[in-house]
């Protein structure tokens, strides 16, 4: 578990970036030392002596039996090699992977692996001039190991290699996982597809389906097809197509956990069945965000004959041990508001409603143990008197999983790791669920599992769901997988910013769809503006977007401005990241940069207006276009005060305040996430000034 | 049929749009005269007094009984209308449809559509500043009558709005298709919908499948299972899939006609059915663009068996009334060498291989008929004694077609509309398949059904393939179904670039794939100066490709620089335009203008050759890289010599083919679309100079 690979020197971002849309890769250092972009890293990698050269007659073979996820994994392996370097292999590698003797490339795994939490996902890769070996003790390592060999190609003058190099790699966590949310907004098949594409890879092992909700009942049952008649608006998986994707998921070696969010969280289901509510009917879709009142009924026996066919049907459906029943968000009021339950509480002498739902989850996961699975549900779900192969997902944080790990149980944390909150990547990675200080002795470590990235889609479409996910899923995936001790953060947006590229041949969409939304945004218009102010705009985090004047629905546009802009800007990133160095050792030279930059966004409403006046979609932009066109001169000022040793102007903190709140203003709803390090330009004068005690006025 | 709309004034490319990636919207004119981007143009389309504005309160409703078609196209143009204004609609769209009597726009037809050809397609829409009306005497006319209102869509300092129009529409061909090839390289289900989505975007109304090949068999048999189990490397589609699909083109208003090609492009069948050929077997998919010589065995009696039972299966899975069979390109070669076939050939006193095919698809015409369908294929099949409810798809031409229509056959056109190979959309757009001169009489000229767009997939992915439909279909989707007399080549160009963006919203790929294998070709690094070069080059035309030195086969990688090149450079375009322009009045200003451009061309190679260095699959586009940057500098000294009066250097001409040739000896293989425009700047001088007769040499 320790980290035995030798870590390579990095370079830091030059300001020449800034204008790249994408990261530049680091050329290949000395032999030995190459600057790989492997992630997550692995848990041992020593680099040695020569290069692998990769050419059109490279063969790929399996040695012993070679089943069907180690063989569709060799394919996609070869597929997107040929596509990276334009190389015409020879082989063909769709029906035949050629004879063990005569290839180059060699895996072999002993077994296939289970698709089950602790199943062996390890593998090792021994590549020497002459070959690569790949081998694991099941086929799952083999899908892991290729994915590794890929993030390690790379080109010098002689033409595309792999270096040479030994990896004994394992995952730390056994149980790491992305929840998809195809309920708020309906995901298609090819989306669900290319995030489990995603998913391999960064060697996450879990997609766990979230598949009905107040707002779609998103699944097919054959035994009561009018759930979905009723409850999805005609957007639901038919069990094909779940079929299909589980076989998808499972050639990447990857669970599908289903979850059916129950007692709460079901309006949909009322839709066809309103006499399993705890209220009154007739229900339909809610197309609204809130958290429903419509709750099962737990006192009506008929539920629970009716939950116990329904979940009978997704057991055969679904092949993974567990299945999530939600269990969150229950507001009781439909409980406290049905006098038969009231009833049914004192019959059974259920104290409250936490008794009640306890009770109702007992029942259920009786059904589920009936037929085979195992239960998982949000922290709520957590009593005492459950049996302790049940697992608690945790979205409260890392002391509520904790108290389940001390009572016994299994679990995995999601707190932290809420993807859809558009926080950064690094506060994901920092987030740790299993840090050595945690109050926990070693057999109740052994019980957090691991974590998942959760990806609800209130505010997100088939067009901007990659973009929230990926690159920073990638960052968690680290987090699950790597030695606990791989937290260097600048590093980890290094090889971040080189995946995000490579995770586009997979499909995914992170990237590519800002500027077709701003093509749309601008209605054919040149976007060149509008991306050198979508580069520094972020969303607003958390749930702030809800407290902006609009009330969102399952039916609003998602195609604004604050949709195009990446969860995260990395122009404003590398921005702060020279601001640092700048203000570490103030220079012509690093200011020179600087203001290229500054510059470009002083003028920005001189080139927005004219769209803006095109395209009143754009009209809440004017002031973000504004603000950081205040904030861009007072930090150019800034810099001249600070190169000159003149000291700042009187107004500056007043002036910047008022940009401040004018960006704040904006019903974009996003926020200038260069701010930040201009304030500490501008306090940097402030505070200089207050060391030479003088009180000239910088110009600019 | 006569085009009685006012065509509005349109403006001319404006050079300093060369650096935007799309085109400008003009702004709206005058009142009653808008610059409107309808494409394919309506029939018969006035402009009248007035806005119709859109805003939250819209709603939308059905008069009279609205069925499924109706209603999710009503469904789908709220939700792209909202897409493009950033509306938060209070309507609820998906469950409900507004009643009539409070609805601002208001959709009435008659009845369903059927899904055959000739069925009435007409729609009249009505717009007035309060009410927009849309009515058809069939739902397939609200389908395009959506897609017309959502091209009018417009803006002013008001906000959004619709101008006030009357317009009385109807397709000038019955027969408006785009062949799909989904055997040469698989596209998957998500390829064919957004396909679809395009295609209903231009109001075209057949997906031709191309489903059996050579390379693969691309669709579940359920009678014949071995079919796809050893034909399709496992890339096929469920008939699951396939109604799934059916379903979403019918909802689109768009007939799917699959085609099953025999006897010849059927290795893949054999790979299960050997017996079933005319040669010894074993077979196996071919990878290789071949023409193979297996063949069905027309002396073979299971074969007509072994057929009947397939296309019965098909004829139940399929509704339209037709099925291609394809029936190109059969050598013979395994018809001549085998001694049943030729003593069967004898024995029914078929001369040759052409009447043996002819009597074999007269055996499969009678199996087509018993199963209700009607048979279509290519030029081939035309004998004279094929009952006349088949139909011919002409690959030959016009005169092929005229032929099959004087012998009483109907029939399409398809030469011409080979998107596949890369040619303008200006060639396809001008490719009408019944001119006024065509030498036909009037009941021969009704037998001309239409035309198709053919996308053959040797050399296309899903990555790319709907750069290479996208937007010139929309170019043949005019010629089938505006009146003949619309034929404005600068005017289509105008609104092809803006269609071009308001395809994207459907998920096409063809602009926003570029940048993304422009990111994969760097590695991540800075994609700048390969968009420059990208920009101005094309893809080799026609079949050239094949000859450039590399074996392409279904392995091939497509991910180079080529293939990343649109099929036609609208960079280049706009140059060729500026240079006519400015050799029509040489001038400055103009002169400034182009300056610009070639300087960057110039400095090209400087850019270029890091990045090649890194990434050795860049390395074949070096030569393309030195070509265009002499290119530019002979420009530049043909301006500069023109402006001043200077005559041409004597060794201009010299140096001009050295580049071309340089250009063409590029293994990329593509070509420089600027070359044509640059040679005739050139020449222009070389003519000034000889009308001059002087012998000054030019100095830039």
């Known amino acids: 578990m320790t980290p035995v690979f030798r870590r390579p020197a990095h370079r830091c971002a030059a300001i020449a970036f800034f204008f790249s849309t994408v ?4 050329p290949a250092a000395q032999v030995q030392e190459f600057s790989h972009h492997t992630l997550p890293v692995p848990a041992g990698l020593t680099f040695t002596e020569g290069k692998f050269r990769v050419n059109e007659a490279m063969l790929v073979g399996g040695l012993g039996p070679v089943g069907s996820r180690a063989r569709t994994a060799a394919v996609r392996f070869m597929e997107r090699l040929a596509g990276r370097t334009g190389l015409f292999f020879r082989q063909d590698y769709l029906t035949a992977l050629e004879r063990p003797e005569n290839s180059s490339v060699l895996f072999k795994s002993e077994r296939a692996g289970d698709l089950r939490p602790g199943e062996d996902e390890s593998y090792a890769v021994t590549i020497s001039p002459d070959r690569i070996l790949l081998a694991a003790p099941t086929d799952l390592g083999i899908v892991h190991g290729f994915e590794t060999i890929l993030q390690l190609l790379d080109a010098d003058e002689d033409g595309y290699f792999v270096p040479c190099v030994q990896i004994d790699d394992r995952p730390r966590f056994v149980w790491r996982g992305l929840l998809l949310d195809s309920c708020r907004h309906f995901m298609p098949v090819d989306v669900v597809k290319r995030n489990l594409d995603g998913l391999a890879a960064v060697k996450m092992n879990v997609l766990h389906w979230h598949l009905t909700e107040d707002q779609g009942f998103r699944v097919e049952s054959r035994v009561f097809p009018r759930l979905q008649e009723m409850g999805s608006d005609g957007l639901f998986y038919t069990q094909a197509q779940i079929r299909d994707i589980i076989q998808y998921a499972s050639d990447r070696g990857i669970r599908v956990m289903p979850e059916f969010d129950i007692p709460g969280h079901s309006t949909s289901w009322f839709a066809a069945y309103p006499e399993y509510a705890s209220g009154p009917g007739p229900y339909q879709v809610e197309r609204k965000w809130v958290v429903g009142d419509p709750t099962f009924n737990p006192a009506n026996p008929h539920v629970y004959a009716f939950l116990d066919k329904f979940f009978e049907e997704m ?63 949000w922290d709520e779900i957590l009593q005492p008197d459950l049996p ?49 200080d945690a109050p926990l002795d070693e057999i109740q470590r052994r019980r957090i599992l691991g974590g998942e ?48 590229v490579e995770l586009e041949e997979l499909g995914l969409t992170h990237l590519k769809n800002q500027d077709m939304m701003l093509r749309r ?25 809800h407290n902006q004047g609009l009330t969102y629905t399952q039916l609003s546009p998602l195609t604004r401005l604050v949709d195009a ?12 990241r020279a601001v640092e160095e700048f203000l570490a050792s103030p220079n012509p030279a690093a200011a020179e940069d600087l203001e290229l930059l500054l510059r470009r966004w002083k003028d920005i409403p001189d080139a927005l207006t004219p769209l803006i006046r095109e395209s009143p979609v754009l009209a809440e932009i004017a002031p ?43 019903k974009a709803p996003a926020e200038l996430a260069v701010a930040a390090p201009v304030e500490k330009l501008v306090k940097a004068v402030l505070l200089k000034k207050g060391e030479a005690g003088r009180d000239r006025r910088g110009q600019y």
């Not at 999983?401 to 001390?406: I, K």
């Not at 149980?409 to 050595?436: K, M, R, T």
């Not at 976007?527 to 969303?539: A, E």
């Open 521 to 545: 945004l601008t209605g054919g218009r040149d976007i060149g503006p509008l991306k050198t102010l979508v580069d520094v705009v972020q969303p607003l985090q958390g749930y702030k977007r």
């Open 315 to 377: 057991a055969g459906l679904f092949p993974d041990p567990y299945v999530h029943i939600g269990g969150d968000e229950n507001n009781g009021r439909q409980w406290d508001a049905n006098p038969d339950i009231r009833r049914f509480k004192a019959e059974k002498k259920l104290p409250d409603n936490a008794a009640l739902q306890a009770y109702f989850n007992r029942r259920i996961q009786q059904l589920l143990t009936k037929h085979g699975k195992k239960m998982m549900g």
């Open 23 to 26: 990261f530049v890769l680091s």
């Open 453 to 500: 990235a959760t990806m609800w889609s209130e505010l997100v479409t088939p067009e901007t769901v990659d973009s929230r996910v990926w690159p920073r899923t990638a960052a968690i995936a680290e987090r699950l997988w790597s030695p606990a001790g791989v937290r260097d953060v600048d590093d980890m947006y290094r090889r971040l910013d080189v995946l995000s």
């Open 565 to 576: 802009a990446a969860p995260e800007s990395r122009t404003a990133r590398r921005f702060r």
């Open 388 to 436: 302790r192969d049940i697992a608690i997902q945790s979205w409260r944080g890392r002391e509520s999983l904790y108290e389940s790990a001390r009572r016994g149980f299994s679990g995995l944390l999601s707190n932290g790791y809420y993807v859809d909150l558009c926080q950064s990547a690094e506060f994901h990675y920092l987030n740790d669920p299993l840090p050595d």
């Open 624 to 666: 973000l276009s504004e603000a950081l066109s205040t904030m861009a001169a007072l930090a150019l000022r800034a810099l001249e005060a600070l190169l000159s040793g003149a000291p700042g102007d009187q107004n500056w903190p007043e002036d910047l305040g008022k940009a401040l709140d004018a960006a704040r203003a904006s």
